[in-house]
């Protein structure tokens, strides 16, 4: 029995670009209709992304915390870790996002139809479940469905022990040895979680930086922590083979430290891939690349006029916060608003403990592409309140326009990095340069006055720290 729905707006996929557009058009007075597979709403970011790592990585700092505390003479007992109640805990968060987002869903009239949705023509879609089937008839249509985890070819992804980010946030049980594969932020923040839990953490790499594409001085000053945490940082080297045996996983390496070692568990944090090859875009005449890419223009349009695109399957950054405000883009430009996405910088933060954060322009990209820049570096060593909470291996690197004077980058690393990078990302937005910042009266001690300090460096008034 197929069921018929008309909508004005048809949102196919409820992650936080799907979620934030189908709320904002039915703000403007649209008849929405917001397509899930699953049964909450929120995509990977709610359900097995963003929130549950971070409610894992809270706990994580909260244990290496205590474990710093014994420079200032206070030594705790060794963490006694209940895995259920940590579990529970962390669903909690999530079933409690979920479920406001299905209330929210509700208060603003948006259908939600559970099922997995494919285009029939260019203004059809047909949503499958168990329950049956849905024809939904639509005006308009905005493409969120997202992306999924990369896996390896050849690998044993079907034995528990290898695990994808969803199976490590699931945290089944504490390894002993745990191989993370892919030197990426999901990969690191995964580490982050375990090794405080008490697993044995070793990393490998394909590229010959953790984070690639971050700025190597950031990634140096994390490095200076983990890499004393971690039992190896395999850089410059590939997995070439993996197999299940009753020992573990065994895993061989080629490149730099080519060997063999065996884990009890190993996490594949290689990437996502976006979703696009699965919605049948085709029959809607939607053009989708060969990775699943779709490609929209800053209206977020596809090259079918009354169909959108937005989040991890139209490619760029693949973060929560840019979806949302694509999502919000493809919604006002529906409504007939002249909306576009042309953010001057989009953060990245990896909230590994310290924590990573950078947006604008970095100073490789700089280098490769000829751009000229002034550079403030204000090492946290010199920062009271930095030394007082026992990380002096943070940093805030700031570059500039040496012409403007504007900010066109910064980076930040240390606890919170994520919060302070907020304010540069502010003062990119409105053009601030370095007078701007470094003449804003920031608040002593804290950990956000180390943005002025750096923008005094690059101004050259300070010049001399120690
Ligand atoms: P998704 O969240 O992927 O949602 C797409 C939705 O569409 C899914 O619910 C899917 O079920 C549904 N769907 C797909 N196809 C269909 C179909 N045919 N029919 C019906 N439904 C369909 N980003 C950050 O900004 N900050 C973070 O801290 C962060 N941490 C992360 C941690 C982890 C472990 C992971 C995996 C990701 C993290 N991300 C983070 C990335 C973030 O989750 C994504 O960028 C974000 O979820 C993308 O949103 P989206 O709306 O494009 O798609």
């Known amino acids: 029995e197929t069921s018929e729905i008309l909508a004005e707006v048809a949102v196919l996929g409820a992650g936080p670009g799907g979620y934030t557009a189908a709320f904002r058009a039915a703000d403007l007075g649209k008849k929405v209709v917001l397509i899930e597979r699953y049964p909450t709403l929120g995509g990977v970011c709610l359900n097995v992304g963003c929130i549950p790592s971070k409610a894992l990585l809270h706990t994580a700092s909260i244990i290496e915390e205590a474990k710093d505390m014994s420079a200032m003479g206070v030594t705790f007992a060794p963490p006694e870790i209940d895995l259920d109640k940590m579990r529970a805990g962390k669903d909690k968060v ?34 499958e479940s168990p329950a049956g089937r ?41 390894p ?54 971690y039992k190896r940082i395999l850089l410059e080297t590939k997995v070439e083979k993996m197999a299940a045996t ?71 950054p693949m973060l929560a916060h840019k979806a949302t405000h694509e999502g919000k883009v493809a919604a006002e430009v ?20 310290p924590e990573v954060a950078f947006m604008g322009l970095t100073e490789t990209e700089a280098k490769a ?15 009271g309140r930095a030394l007082g909470i026992h990380r002096e291996e943070g940093l805030t690197k700031l570059l500039f326009d040496p012409e403007t004077k504007r900010l066109l980058g910064a980076g930040i690393v240390g606890p919170n990095a994520g919060e302070l990078i907020g304010e ?37 008034s300070i010049t001399d720290l120690m």
């Open 424 to 460: 540069a990302v502010l003062a990119l937005e409105l053009g601030a340069d370095y007078e701007d910042i470094g003449l804003t009266i920031h608040p002593h001690p804290t950990l956000n006055e180390t943005i002025a300090l750096a923008a005094e460096m690059a101004h050259g």
């Open 369 to 383: 592409k000829g751009i000229a820049y002034e550079k403030g570096v204000f090492p946290w060593a010199a920062s």
């Open 134 to 174: 849905t024809r939904i008839t639509f005006d308009q249509c905005i493409i969120a469905c997202g992306s999924s985890p990369m896996r390896i070819p050849g690998f044993p992804h079907e034995d528990p022990r290898v695990m994808d980010s969803t199976g490590a946030l699931e945290i089944a049980d504490i």
């Open 246 to 316: 009753s020992d573990g996983i065994q895993v061989v390496f080629a490149g730099k430290h080519a060997g063999e070692a065996t884990y009890d568990k190993v996490l594949v944090a290689i990437g996502r891939r976006p979703n696009g090859r699965l919605i049948k875009a085709e029959a809607a005449g939607v053009e989708v690349d060969e990775h699943g890419f779709i490609a929209t223009d800053a209206h977020m349009r596809t090259n079918v006029p009354h169909i959108f695109a937005i989040g991890d399957v139209v490619g760029g």
């Open 176 to 229: 002993k040895r745990l191989l993370i594969v892919g030197g990426g932020i999901i990969g690191l923040e995964m580490a982050s979680v375990y090794h405080a839990l008490g697993t044995e953490i070793e990393v490998v790499e394909l590229k010959p930086q953790l984070i690639p594409g971050c700025d190597p001085d950031l990634v140096r000053a994390l490095t200076k922590v983990i890499g004393k945490r």
């Open 334 to 353: 529906i409504a007939g608003q002249p909306a576009l996405f042309d953010p001057l910088a989009i953060p990245s933060v990896a909230y590994t403990d």
């Open 94 to 127: 999530v079933a409690r996002l979920t479920g406001g987002l299905k209330a929210l869903a509700k208060q603003r009239k948006v259908q939600v139809v559970q099922g997995t949705g494919r285009f029939e023509s260019p203004n059809r879609l047909v949503v």
